[in-house]
């Protein structure tokens, strides 16, 4: 019984020790940035544009080639979150696939030609989407930008509500400027007690913190696909070698 239990107890120990831990964190970082990133990214533009319609732009034609722009943005919402979640698969199984654990579960074998060429693909397509994502990081953060000028614009005449200074119906929030409506479009701004009231909707409210959510769900992307560039590298170095000398990894 005690060699049953000794002998269970050191293959337990022999297969977590094989477990790719670096891949198999950065796939859980992966997964849950680019569900944030995709899904409240998702909803936040669909706010977006309803707080356009409403408040800043109520001819659709000055809006037409937003919404579409939108419309297509939200296409690629989904193609990413396919994409991430096959590529994750993908990497976690060619860590498993490079380390001792699954070496001894399949026997010996060499590396070929076709591989060592499989796993170099890997390392310069996770450092080209490393370098990407790092773009669409900046980029999740100019909505948060803008979302945040015009929620500090609204405090401000809150503030001055409250301490009766000076009337808040001359600070306005133009959101022309930021290009994303046309100069033509009407009203294009708001102010005072209006603007306020955009503040208070349930689709401001919803769309700022919903991009805030994206913006670090793309962040979090980022230091996943960090990890995955140190990973790859060092699984391609593995199996370059490993023809050479009997060498193994757990990354």
Not at 34 to 40: D, I, M, P, Y
Not at 57 to 85: C, K, P, R, W
Not at 139 to 147: G, Q, T
Request: proline share 2%; charged share 10%; hydrophobic share 45%.
């Amino acid at each position: 019984m005690r060699r049953i239990l000794g002998g269970c107890f050191e293959c337990c120990i022999k297969c977590l020790g094989g477990v790719p831990y670096a891949s198999l964190v950065a796939t859980i970082l992966c997964f849950s940035g680019v569900a944030l990133f995709c899904g409240c990214g998702h909803v936040a533009l669909t706010g977006t544009v309803s707080i356009l319609e409403q408040h800043f732009s109520t001819n659709s034609s000055d809006h037409a080639l937003l919404s579409e722009v939108i419309q297509l943005m939200q296409y690629v919402i989904y193609g990413i979150a396919s994409f991430f979640f096959l590529y994750g698969i993908i990497l976690l199984a060619e860590g498993f696939y490079t380390t001792s654990a699954v070496k001894e579960l399949h026997g010996e074998f060499k590396t070929t030609a076709c591989g060592r060429c499989i796993s170099g693909m890997f390392v310069f397509l996770t450092y080209v989407l490393g370098v990407s994502w790092l773009g669409v990081f900046g980029f999740s953060a100019v909505p948060v930008f803008m979302f945040y000028n015009i929620w500090s614009t609204c405090e401000v005449i809150k503030s001055l509500q409250t301490n009766m200074t000076v009337s808040g119906d001359q600070i306005c929030v133009d959101v022309r400027q930021y290009g994303i409506i046309p100069w033509n479009a009407v009203p294009g701004r708001a102010c005072g007690p209006i603007l306020e009231n955009i503040c208070n909707t349930n689709e401001f409210y919803m769309s700022y913190h919903l991009f805030i959510v994206a913006c670090a769900g793309a962040g979090a992307t980022v230091i996943a696909l960090l990890i995955y560039m140190m990973a790859t590298t060092y699984n391609y170095a593995v199996l370059k070698f490993k023809s050479r000398e009997d060498c193994c990894t757990k990354f």
